[in-house]
């Protein structure tokens, strides 16, 4: 198109000459609108717990990043709330039913957007009707059996929630979620043996070291000595580590990572023959979880002290030793 036939107040506005018009009509408004309301949902709805205000809350990280608080609930106690539907003013809200679903879900982060139900509940609010205005379901889930805890590793997540599902013919179905914590307690140990190790470099070191006990609470103090029986090379430093290790999957397809949560600097400097050095280190500074063993076939955490020797060129030694790591009741 040559310029001569180009709208003259359209080639003056891109001049900058007369000011650029609103190309959209109010037709256009409208059908814009119409398509941004016709992917709302035609209702709200939110879920409450009937003990929420005074029940403890902990925080939880959400996956966009935010940590949020949320309640905390052990395995057998009963679940209790209410569910409220609110359709949108002017609406009406076709449904096929509501349900409330109490899930505990395991997700594999290599395996993402999949989720492993190893509990399933669930509770019918409604039969198939119409919705014209706010409508409150209450629920109750009694001795729900949750026996694992939750967890938010490197490679892997295990959630509670609580899931509602609004059910429609021909659209899809509107669903809300609410995530909650589960922990578990575990009594004091009846047997709890001590831990006695020895490193050795033969002819060079020999050292033992002892722990009061191979398993502790979150809240604990890890107590130990380490003797230094034979000492020929020039000792730097000596470094107790807290590590976690996650396994996840299975096979060919397990996957493990290593995370060094805690260092204490046992010693500074060269030790001498028959020298004795105590250890204290102190759990509850440190974002532990207790010990989990082959949670439903997926996934395993455990705990090693792991006692680093540096020599004065820099070469360094190892000697590892799993705990046990457990959550004790809290008493106020």
Avoid: W
Avoid at 30 to 47: D, E, Q, T, W
Avoid at 56 to 78: A, D, H, R, W
Avoid at 114 to 121: A, E, G, H, I, Q
Avoid at 286 to 301: C, W
Wanted: proline residues 5%; glycine residues 6%.
């Amino acid at each position: 198109m040559n310029q001569s036939s180009q709208n003259p107040s359209c080639t003056l506005a891109h001049k900058g000459i007369l000011p650029r018009t609103n190309f959209y009509t109010e037709f256009d408004r409208r059908i814009m609108n119409y398509l941004v309301g016709a992917f709302k949902p035609p209702c709200n709805i939110s879920i409450s717990f009937a003990d929420g205000r005074t029940r403890k809350q902990v925080p939880l990280k959400k996956e966009n990043g935010q940590t949020v608080k949320v309640p905390l609930f052990q395995s057998q106690e009963n679940i209790v709330g209410e569910v409220v539907i609110e359709p949108t003013q002017g609406k009406k809200v076709e449904h096929t039913g509501v349900k409330i679903e109490l899930l505990g879900q395991i997700e594999m982060y290599f395996d993402r957007g999949n989720f492993y139900d190893f509990s399933s509940l669930v509770r019918e609010l409604d039969v198939p009707g119409e919705l014209y205005e706010t409508k409150t379901y209450p629920f109750e889930f009694s001795t729900v059996e949750m026996p694992y805890e939750s967890y938010n590793g490197i490679n892997v997540r295990l959630r509670y929630i609580l899931k509602v599902t609004v059910g429609r013919n021909f659209v899809s179905n509107i669903v809300e979620y609410q995530d909650f914590v589960v922990h578990n307690y575990t009594p004091l140990p009846s047997i709890n043996n001590s831990i006695k190790m020895e490193v050795g470099i033969e002819d060079c070191l020999h050292i033992e070291f002892e722990y009061s006990k191979s398993k502790y609470h979150l809240k604990d103090v890890i107590i130990g000595k380490i003797y230094f029986l034979l000492v020929r090379i020039k000792m730097k430093n000596m470094e107790l580590e807290i590590r976690r290790r996650e396994s996840t999957g299975s096979g060919p397809n397990t996957y493990v990572e290593t995370e060094t949560l805690a260092k204490f600097e046992v010693m500074d400097g060269a030790p001498v023959r028959g020298e004795s050095i105590p250890i204290r280190l102190f759990l509850s500074p440190y974002e532990l979880t207790p010990t989990y063993r082959n949670i439903n076939n997926k996934f395993s955490v455990k705990y090693f002290l792991n006692l680093v020797l540096v020599d004065d060129e820099d070469r360094r030694y190892f000697k590892q030793q799993e705990i046990t790591v457990y959550r004790l009741l809290e008493t106020s």
